[in-house]
T-cell receptor
Framework: NAGVMQNPRHLVRRRGQEARLRCSPM?????VYWYRQLPEEGLKFMVY????????ESGMPKERFSAEFPKEGPSILRIQQVVRGDSAAYFC?????????????FGPGTRLLVL | SQKIEQNSEALNIQEGKTATLTCNYT??????LQWYRQDPGRGPVFLLL?????KEKRKERLKVTFDTTLKQSLFHITASQPADSATYLC???????????FGGGTRLMVKP
């Protein structure tokens, strides 16, 4: 039973390029969350998605960032026109159901470096 | 504003001792609190969940307490081992939903 998968594990982009981060949740999980972790800081919630729906994007920057979780395929976090401040580890997590007591299972993260 | 505070300084203890980590929060009324472990370069791994109506939860060498009056959770590792060295994160639910808010984490170093 594979865990949450993220790719790429490492991504290097130059300023102004686009970054696409992919997340495949655990089998049977229909809820996906994206978090960002800056160096020496905690995890910051970005967005919560279910299949084909964005449930909560209150932690997402208003510009340049978007996320989707299509009916088929992985969830995608897209960062357009990256800047150096976007350099961080981006973690995806999944859970099987919605509920106040659901554990989230995290992927290994994608480390984005913007040159 | 809402805050979750964990001791940002690393906790260094000797192998075999009990490690105690603290998580304090303000302006939250969480239905539950979770603790995660994070190793360098890895994603967080779930350890324990404690509900607002539970005072204490145990799992093997781990024990978590939850005091909603003090707005504090304590995380204990008994008989600590060097393999317990990691960063430990506490997380609260936001508005009784799925979204978690994490503290900054405390790094634990267990020396042999």
């Amino acid at each position: 039973n594979a865990g949450v998968m993220q790719n790429p594990r490492h991504l290097v982009r130059r300023r102004g390029q686009e970054a696409r981060l992919r997340c495949s949740p655990m089998k049977g999980h229909s809820h996906v969350y994206w978090y960002r972790q800056l160096p020496e800081e905690g995890l910051k919630f970005m967005v919560y998605l279910q299949k084909e729906n964005i449930i909560d994007e209150s932690g997402m920057p208003k510009e340049r960032f978007s996320a989707e979780f299509p009916k088929e395929g992985p969830s995608i976090l897209r960062i357009q026109q990256v800047v150096r401040g976007d350099s961080a580890a981006y973690f995806c997590a999944s859970s099987p159901r919605q509920g106040v007591q659901e554990t989230q299972y995290f992927g290994p993260g994608t480390r984005l470096l913007v040159l | 504003s809402q805050k979750i505070e964990q001791n940002s300084e690393a906790l260094n203890i000797q192998e075999g001792k009990t490690a105690t980590l603290t998580c304090n929060y303000t302006n939250y009324s969480p239905a539950y609190l979770q603790w995660y472990r994070q190793d360098p370069g890895r994603g967080p791994v779930f350890l324990l969940l404690i509900r607002e109506n539970e005072k204490e939860k145990r799992k093997e060498r781990l024990k978590v307490t939850f005091d909603t009056t003090l707005k504090q959770s304590l995380f204990h590792i008994t008989a600590s081992q060097p393999a317990d060295s990691a960063t430990y994160l506490c997380a609260l639910d936001r508005n009784a939903g799925n979204m978690l808010t994490f503290g900054g984490g405390t790094r634990l170093m267990v020396k042999p």
